[in-house]
Each structure stands twice: as structure tokens, then as C-alpha cells.
């Protein structure tokens, strides 16, 4: 004879069983492009139409078969440490209403010069030593148009770090014709 239990467990089962194919029968761009992923691997020729057909899935398919594809690449316990140090800070020309580091608002922010080179290489070093695997540079700058001098500077620290073994990625507000071709040069993982 059933018993209620029984009975109970077996609607679980197949409850189960039919939410696990209604998952896994997902036909949505995010679905087939996870499935296609973890079979062949990373691709860099993705068209447009793609990203997409990809972005436009059902979110919360979206959500589930990101992290397949993240459990898949990654160990998923662990999160890459960075350091992010703003190396030139204040005085900003630019009007981001949000932010202390422009000059049109009385923050009470001194305005700074860049960084020298000892105390970036520094500050990179005692990163690493704490476990970082990238080290991020911040200039409060609006762009670097004009900035040659200094731009240079921070590509001579750039080079160091990178030789240090770390990535490095910087932020100087609008990076136009200079930052882009230093970009192409693969002086910088990202800007
Ligand atoms: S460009 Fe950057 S530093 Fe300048 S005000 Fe905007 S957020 Fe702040």
C-alpha cells in the first residue's frame, strides 16, 4: 500500500525531473551559446546579431547558463584581488557631479600632483606582496589631451609594473588618440 509519504516523494521525482528538462531544453540564444562554449571553448568572433540574440534571453536564463559557462572557465571559489590607487588626485576639470575629485565643487579635496615613480612602484609592490594580481591607476584628469609629458611618466610606470609580473589597467577619464594607440601597444590589459 502507497503511503502518503511515498506518494509525496514520488510528485517530488517527478517534479524535479520535469523542471531539470524544462532547464536543460532551453532554447534560448543564452542556452545555445552556453552549451556551444563549454563544447568548443572561447571565441573572439562574435557578430553583433549574436551579442544580441545573447543579451536579449530570458534573464533568468541568462543568470543560469552565465554560470554554467563561469563554473565551466573558473574555479568559482575564487575572485581575482586588485589594487586600485589614485595616483594623481583632485583638481579635475571635469564637472561628474558625483565626484569630490572635481574642482567646480568645494569638497575639501587638495588637489595633488601625480605620483612619483618611487611611491607608485612602491605601493605595487606592497600589492603584490598581499596577494594582488593587478594593480589599477587612477588619474583624476578629465582626458590626457595635453598631458604628454605625464602620460609618459605613467607609461615608464606601467612598463615596470607589468615587468613586476602584475596587469595593470588605468583610468584618466576620456582616453582618446594617445591612450588608444599606447592601448594597441599592450602597454596597459585595460584602460
Ligand atoms: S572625470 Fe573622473 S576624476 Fe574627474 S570629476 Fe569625473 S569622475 Fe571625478
New binding site residues.
Given amino acids: 500500500m502507497l503511503s502518503v509519504r511515498s506518494i509525496f516523494r514520488s510528485q517530488l521525482r517527478l517534479n524535479s525531473v520535469t523542471l531539470s528538462s524544462l532547464c536543460y531544453s532551453s532554447s534560448s540564444a543564452a542556452a545555445i551559446q552556453a552549451e556551444k562554449t563549454i563544447k568548443d571553448g572561447p571565441r573572439n568572433d562574435w557578430t553583433r546579431q549574436e551579442i544580441k540574440d545573447v543579451y536579449d534571453s530570458p534573464l533568468l536564463d541568462l543568470l543560469f547558463h552565465g554560470a554554467q559557462v563561469h563554473r565551466y572557465a573558473h574555479n568559482f571559489r575564487e575572485v581575482q584581488q586588485c589594487t586600485l590607487l589614485s595616483i594623481k588626485t583632485g583638481g ?5 557631479s ?5 574642482s567646480r565643487y568645494t569638497t575639501g579635496l587638495k588637489a595633488q600632483r601625480l605620483m612619483t615613480k618611487e611611491a607608485v612602484i612602491e605601493a605595487a609592490k606592497r600589492a603584490k606582496e598581499a596577494g594582488s594580481t593587478r594593480f589599477c591607476m ?1 588619474a ?3 582626458d590626457t589631451i595635453g598631458r604628454k609629458t605625464n602620460f609618459n611618466q605613467i607609461l615608464d610606470y606601467v612598463k615596470e609594473i607589468r615587468d613586476m609580473g602584475l596587469e595593470v589597467c588605468c ?1 584618466f ?1 576620456h582616453a582618446r588618440e594617445a591612450a588608444g594607440c599606447r592601448t594597441e601597444e599592450g602597454w596597459s590589459n585595460s584602460l
Fill in positions: 579635475c576639470s571635469e564637472d561628474c558625483y565626484c569630490p575629485q572635481s587612477g583624476a584628469w578629465r583610468t577619464g
